[in-house]
């Protein structure tokens, strides 16, 4: 069955950078645009990034200029590099793909996340 698996997060200092990744399985990889989602407890989660089957991509607001998302279609990576984080940016992540036939809903199932902290 499909499963995302996050890793990468941390605790960082204000300004600092982090490299997340989701391992992907169970599913076609390239046939799908994946997404990064953000949540703070509390609070609904909230999409950050996505990268399409050609590779185009597209970013929150709060994120863009800082965050760039990639693919792997060899190794089924879905990447996302954090630069000049900042304390909003905390949150956990999760990596989703977005359903076909849908403008970017993301599939009923959800990984484990990675936790960012951005603290000094």
């Known amino acids: 069955q499909v499963q995302f698996v996050e890793s990468g997060g941390g605790l960082v200092q204000p300004g600092g950078s982090l490299r997340l990744s989701c391992a992907v399985s169970?599913?076609?990889?390239?046939?799908?645009?994946w997404v990064w989602y953000r949540q703070v407890p509390g609070n609904q989660r909230e999409l950050v990034a996505r990268?399409?089957?050609?590779?185009?991509?597209n970013y929150a607001d709060s994120v863009k200029g800082r965050f760039t998302i990639s693919r792997d279609g060899v190794k089924k990576l879905v990447h996302l590099q954090m630069t000049e984080l900042k304390p909003e940016d905390t949150a956990v992540y999760y990596c989703?793909?977005?359903?076909?036939?849908?403008?970017?809903?993301?599939?009923?199932?959800w990984g484990q996340g990675t936790q960012v902290t951005v603290s000094s």
């Open positions: 989703n793909l977005v359903r076909p036939g849908t403008v970017s809903d993301p599939l009923n199932y």
């Open positions: 169970g599913i076609i990889f390239r046939l799908f645009d």
């Open positions: 990268v399409s089957t050609t590779n185009s991509t």
